[in-house]
Each structure stands twice: as structure tokens, then as C-alpha cells.
């Protein structure tokens, strides 16, 4: 149902407790106006709040303070950063392309904010006698405007590493185009099962299919599947590789400071917060109260205290992706690409056609239990012959290349180390090698094995 009907065209309202497409926009100027203030301070406080949890988070988990000194207990760290990173000296690089230097960190900001707009906070209360959804607007495909806007993020990502003119900033933004286009995919695809069980794109009306059962009991591998993307799609640890500082210095903002440097960061923290209220909205009911509360108490799905089961939420999400900045250690490009291709999609579309069977099924008239055993049967079936291929392959990506194979298969006289190929150095003498005019290597002695009879 779209708002923008047909003059004279019936329109019929979705379920009051889960918004109607209909009466977004038909606010007064005011009310909207207020409503996108709200958001954007939420998510602007958000930020500081997120900054000075994960500090201390992370510092009691590694057995240190943590911020102490900017107010009380450190509450105020994340605002004296702001402050300092305004007022700090803007250094522009020489060569840089200004015009695009200067508006990438922009347009990484500025689609962040946007996505927030169609994540719904409660119910329809009353604001000043004007009865109104806690949520900015909603769309028909409102889903698909976070996919969208997280796909335009990225444009600014690249273009900051290419702007700077540095190869470092270079292949940080590359890895990270590469790493959008590898998980928004799988992203994407851990919807579509939302989508078919709420029969709608629209949050409001999604989270209104979930009045009697969260998502992700019903669909709890889509779920695990979008906790995975939405750590590929947040850049931070594990799956932080194009700001690797081990490699990349600073990955694609290596060459910015001051404000521009500022605005990457609000970028990440305001992408955290939406994925978590994403996931919050798709597959933990979104504002609707847990289960024992939602029981026992009448209310609780009514009036402003959603609003309070919503945050939980949310700030539930925030602090596992702390968690795992804590614990898990950075992967390696080549398994975050293995991960993203060969695992979850492949087995996205294969839970897709799961899903659709069983709806299929269902809409039949045939036995649930029936159906739920026989997908146990399938699932199990094709576990068990995924990890025997597997045995039977041997491991052969993970199998390192051994110098001077690749040219006996006519690769050229690359050499290859741990699987990956090596360009040939120019030096003629390189870590006790010696370069042949064919491109082999051979070992050369070193003189002093040689005078002290140790070789």
C-alpha cells in the first residue's frame, strides 16, 4: 500500500499497531520538522555515548580505566574529542584532488543520517493532540532505502582513497568497494525471508508481522547470516581490513585530518547504530516488548514505553559489536573474500529456496510437521555432503604454492609465497637468492658457511 494513491482509489489501512504507509506525510510542517531534529540529535548523542561505552567496555576487558578525566567518568571524552578534532589544523595534502577530497567524507556522512529515517522507534502516540507514528516516514520498500544508502556510503569511502593520491588510501578504498560488493549481497539476501513472511518491504508492517513471533526464532539462520554482513558492513574488527593499520598506515583516510577526518567516524558509529536498529526493527520485533513483559503487562506495547524496549535493544547490539572488537582478532583479506563469496551466499540462496518450499508447502494445506522433519532430513543431508567434498578437496585453497610451480605450469617466473603470487624483486640478490635471467631462483651460500665449514 503506497501513500501515494489514486485520487478516488480505495485505500485500505494496515493494522493500526503497525503504522500506515497512508498517513506518513501527512503530518504538520512542524511536527515533521521536530521529528527529524529528534533523529539526528539521537543519533549525534548516540555517537558520544557509543564512543565512551566502547572505551570502557574495552578497557575493563583489557584491565585498564579507560576515559576518567572529561566529566564524570569520562562522559564527556567523546565531546572533547569532537571539539578537538573541529579545531585542530586542516592539512590538505599537495596533490590531492581537492573537489573530491573535500566531499567524500561528506558523502560518507551524509547517507548515514538518511537511513535512519525509516527505522520505527514505537507505536502511533499523541504529540500536542496529533496522533503520529514514532517514526520519521515509512516506505513500500523501505528496506531496501538502507541498502541503497549504505551502496552510496561506500562511494565515498572510495573516492577518499582515490582523491588522496596515495597507494596506501588506494587500496583501502578498494578493499573496502570490494568488501560492500561481497557483503551487501549476502546482506540483501538474509531479507528476502523477512520479506516473504511479512509480505511487505515497509518496517512499520514488518514489525507488525511479528506481533506474535520474533523473526528470529522463525528465520534464525537469516539472522546469523545478517549479523555476519552487518560486521563486513560496519569496517570495524574482525572485518576492518581497509583501515589495516598493519598494511595500510591508515587504509582510505590516511592522508585526512581535522573535521573531514571527524566526519569517517561519525560515518562508522552512526552505520553501527542503524544496522543494530535494523536488525532490531527485522528480526527482535523492533519495538515490541520481550516475551515475559509482553505477557504479563497489557501495556507494554502501547504508548511511549516501546520507545524504552527499542533502545534496549539496540544498545544490546551495540555492545556485542564492542564485544567482538574486544575479542576477535583481524582476518585476512583472502578469508573475508572466502567468507562473503563461498560461504554465506551460497548458503543464503539455498536457505531462500528452503523458505520458499516450505511457505509453498504450507500454503498447500500439507502437515507442518511433515515439513519440518523432512528439512531437517535435507539440511543434514547436504551438511553432511558439504564437509565430505570438502574432506575429499583436501583443503586445496588453503595449499601453498611452492616457488618456481607456477612457471613450470607456464605461469610466468613468479614466484608465489603461502599461496599468494609475489612480483619479482629487481635487486639481483634478495634474502640469500639469487636472480637468473629465466626469472628461477637459486640459493646462493653465503661466504661465511662457507669459509667456517658449516655448509
Known sequence: MSALAAPGAV???????????????????????GKVVVVFAFLVVTVLLT???????????QLRVGPNRAGPFGL??????????????????????????????????????????????GPEVSIFGHTTALQLTDLPVAVLLVLAMSSMGI????????????????????RSSAQMISYEIA?????????????????????????KTWFVILLAPSFVVYVITMMGESNRIPFDLPEGEGELVGGFHTEYSSLKFAMFFLAEYINLTTLSALATTLFLGGWRAPFPISTVWAGANSGWWP??????????????FIWLRGTLPRVRYDQLMKLGWKVLMPFSLGWILL???????????????????????????????TVVWELMRGGEDGKEIVPGAAAERGGGPAAAAGGFPVPPLDAPHYHGRAREPGGASTIETPPEEVTSGTH
Open 11 to 33: 485505500v485500505h489501512a494496515a493494522p493500526a499497531e503497525g503504522g500506515q504507509l497512508a498517513g506518513f506525510g501527512e503530518d504538520p510542517w512542524w511536527l515533521i520538522g
Open 51 to 61: 564512543m565512551w561505552i566502547e572505551r570502557r567496555v574495552i578497557g575493563r576487558m
Open 76 to 121: 564527556l571524552q567523546g565531546l572533547a574529542d569532537g571539539v578537538k578534532l573541529a579545531l585542530k589544523e586542516d592539512i590538505v595534502p599537495r596533490h590531492v584532488d581537492k573537489v573530491v577530497f573535500i566531499l567524500a567524507p561528506i558523502m560518507s556522512a551524509v547517507p548515514a543520517f538518511i537511513s535512519f529515517a525509516i527505522i520505527p522507534f
Open 155 to 174: 562511494y565515498g569511502v572510495v573516492l577518499a582513497g582515490w582523491s588522496s593520491m596515495s597507494p596506501y588510501s588506494l587500496l583501502g578504498g578498494l
Open 187 to 211: 546482506m540483501g539476501l538474509s531479507f528476502v525471508a523477512v520479506f516473504m513472511f511479512a509480505g511487505s518491504m515497509s518496517t512499520s508492517e514488518i514489525v507488525a508481522a511479528q506481533h
Open 307 to 320: 520507545v524504552l524496549w527499542f533502545l534496549a535493544k539496540v544498545f544490546l547490539f551495540i555492545f556485542f
Open 355 to 385: 523458505v520458499s518450499t516450505i511457505r509453498a508447502l504450507k500454503n498447500d494445506g500439507h502437515d507442518m510437521r511433515t515439513i519440518v522433519i523432512g528439512t531437517a532430513v535435507a539440511a543434514a543431508v547436504v551438511l553432511v555432503a
